[in-house]
C-alpha cells in the first residue's frame, strides 16, 4: 500500500503542468503529444507518435476504460450492412485505372463476376466489405470503384463505423488511424501509384479498356444485361461511361489514408475489434490526466 501511495504522489508531481501551459495544450492540441482526432488525419499521423515515443504518456491511447468517462463514451461499433454502389462517395483524391479498370476490363481474381453479382470483391488479404462512415468510403476505394465500372447499381456490402463524438468523415478517417495506433502500435499508409482516374477522360479510359479487355469480359456483361451486344467495343464503352462519372474525388490523397489490414486487422476492420468495442480505445481528448484517473482507480480497488 505504502508502494502505491509514493507511486501515485511521484505520477502526480510529474504531470503537473503550469497554468499558462496548459492554455497553450488547449490552444494547440498536438502539443505535448496530446491528440485531436477532429483536426484529422494528418493531425493524428504527426501527433500520435510523439505520444507512443512518451514512456510516459504512450498508455494514454488504451486509457478509455479508466478514464474520467468511463468507458461508455468511448465505444466504437462497426455493423454490417449494404449500400448501392453509385450511391457512395470517396474520401480519397486519387483512384487508381489499373485497379479501377484493368481488372474489370480484364477480368481479373474472379472480380468481374463478383462486380456483376454484387456483394464483396476479392483482395490479396480475402473478400472483405468496404468500411465507411455513413456513405463515405473510408478503406476499400478500389473496391468500390470497380463496382462503379462494371455495375454501379450493385449492392454493396459495406462495414459502417459509429463512435460517439464522429459526426463526419474527416473525424472517422482519424480514428481509424488513432484505433490502429492503440491497437497495433502503428498506422502504415501507403502513397499513390499509377494514373489517376479522376485525371481521366471517357475516351481515354475507354482506349485502355479496349487494350486490356479479355475475350470473356463482353459475353459476361451481355449475359448480365449490362450491355447489348458482347463485343469488346461496347464493353469498353460501358466501362468508360461508368468509370468516367465515378463520384469525386475526395479531399485526402492516399499517403494519409488509414489501411487498416496493414496495421495489424485480420479482417481489416469487417467486425469490431473487441477492445474497441468495450471503450479501451481512449480517442476522446486524452491526456496525462486520464492515467491520473486510472491510478487513482487502482488505489481505490486497494483501499476496498
Known amino acids: 500500500m505504502k508502494l502505491l ?3 501515485w504522489k511521484k505520477f502526480v ?3 503537473e503542468v503550469p497554468p499558462e501551459q496548459q492554455q497553450q495544450q488547449q490552444a494547440q492540441p498536438q502539443q505535448g503529444g496530446l491528440v485531436n482526432i477532429n483536426a484529422g488525419p494528418q493531425h493524428v499521423l504527426k501527433a500520435v507518435p510523439q505520444l507512443l515515443a512518451d514512456p510516459k504518456l504512450k498508455d494514454i491511447l488504451r486509457a478509455g476504460l479508466t478514464d474520467a468517462g468511463g468507458p461508455k463514451d468511448e465505444v466504437i461499433q462497426i455493423k454490417n450492412s449494404t449500400r448501392t454502389a453509385s450511391k457512395l462517395k470517396p474520401t480519397q483524391s486519387q483512384v487508381g485505372s489499373g485497379q479501377s479498370l484493368l481488372d474489370q476490363a480484364g477480368d481479373k481474381y474472379g472480380n468481374l463476376d463478383r462486380a456483376i453479382k454484387g456483394g464483396m470483391l476479392a483482395s490479396q488479404a480475402g473478400e472483405f466489405p468496404i468500411l465507411v462512415f455513413g456513405n463515405h468510403v473510408l478503406d476499400g476505394h478500389h473496391r468500390w470503384s470497380q ?3 462494371t455495375n454501379p447499381g450493385a449492392t454493396v456490402n459495406v462495414a459502417e463505423i459509429t463512435a460517439p463524438g464522429v459526426q463526419d468523415e474527416k473525424t472517422a478517417l482519424a480514428l481509424l488511424h488513432y484505433m490502429n495506433f492503440a491497437l497495433f502500435g502503428k498506422s502504415p499508409t501507403k502513397d499513390f501509384k499509377g494514373e489517376n482516374v ?3 477522360d471517357a475516351q481515354a479510359i475507354y482506349k485502355m479498356a479496349l487494350k486490356g479487355m479479355a475475350e470473356t469480359t463482353p459475353p459476361k456483361l451481355a449475359q448480365a444485361g449490362l450491355i447489348s451486344e458482347p463485343s469488346a467495343e461496347a464493353a469498353a464503352k460501358h466501362f468508360a461511361n461508368n468509370l468516367s462519372k465515378l463520384p469525386g474525388p475526395g479531399k485526402y490523397p492516399r499517403l494519409v489514408m488509414p489501411q487498416p489490414g496493414d496495421s ?10 473487441k477492445p474497441a468495442a468495450q471503450g479501451v480505445v481512449n480517442y476522446d481528448n486524452p491526456s496525462a490526466a486520464d492515467l491520473k484517473e486510472a491510478i487513482l482507480k487502482a488505489l481505490k480497488s486497494k483501499l476496498k
Open 5 to 7: 501511495m509514493e507511486n
Open 13 to 15: 508531481n510529474e504531470q
Open 147 to 149: 463496382f462503379i465500372t
Open 198 to 200: 479522376y485525371g481521366m
Open 264 to 273: 495489424g486487422s485480420k479482417d481489416g476492420y469487417a467486425t469490431t475489434p
